[in-house]
């Protein structure tokens, strides 16, 4: 299947597939306390249309004009951040490399400077059998007097039927080598405590604990 890539003209259009594409997703219909919300996310979308530090991709399939997926990124002085579990696929479209070809639309405007600073060694895709099977994004920080220099693992991420491989952990490892290539000994990266998975698979990396945050309620 042939994949076109486009930004979407509107945000009636990008809203209704990304509805679409999230149908399935756990949180979307049925939220839990504090976990992701519908409407806070299509808040954040509809505010930051149009805005000029942000992309909002949809994939096309130039066969049937069929919208297969969606994908928005920020960026905020040479860091691209995408949107909260995007790329958005639904189920039916995922084993058609959708996903896949949101990311590297999103890799080659890095490439070519859209997007501000991004070196590209910062930026690597894992592929299995020619299919892109995850990816890592990390930056580095300006330097400052208050804080040792080092490196950031921004976005992680491992497609569902690929998990389990041993791709994350080689992910990490790429991200620590591009880190230390520009002289830096540190690297942080963050996740809730409450995601063991992604706490495990740091531990295994050689992360350590520094600080955590604690979100305390009180019913009035």
Not at 144 to 163: D, M, N, S, W
Not at 173 to 184: E, L, M, P, Q, V
């Amino acid at each position: 299947m042939e994949i076109l890539i486009e930004e979407a003209d509107s945000i009636k259009e990008y809203l209704e597939h990304w509805t679409k594409a999230m149908a399935d997703v756990y949180w979307f219909t049925n939220p839990s306390l504090f976990d992701y919300v519908h409407e806070e996310i299509v808040e954040e979308i509809t505010r930051e249309f149009n805005q000029p530090n942000c992309m909002h991709l949809m994939a096309i399939s130039q066969d049937s004009n069929e919208i297969l997926g969606v994908l928005k990124v920020r960026t905020n002085e040479g860091i691209a951040t995408l949107g909260r579990w995007e790329p958005a696929v639904p189920a039916k479209h995922r084993e058609k490399n959708v996903g896949e070809a949101l990311l590297e639309k999103v890799l080659e405007a890095a490439k070519d400077g859209k997007m501000g600073f991004s070196p590209p060694e910062c930026w690597r895709v894992a592929k299995l059998k020619g299919n892109v099977a995850g990816f890592v994004i990390a930056f580095m920080p300006s330097k400052t007097k208050y804080q040792p220099a080092h490196g950031v693992i921004a976005e992680l991420g491992v497609f569902p039927e690929y998990r389990r491989m041993g791709i994350a952990q080689l992910l990490i490892t790429d991200a620590f080598k591009s880190i230390k290539r520009h002289g830096y000994r540190y690297a942080l990266v963050g996740t809730p405590k409450t995601n063991t998975p992604a706490l495990n698979l740091y531990t295994k990396q050689g992360f350590v604990p520094v600080f955590e945050n604690v979100f305390l309620q009180k019913i009035l």
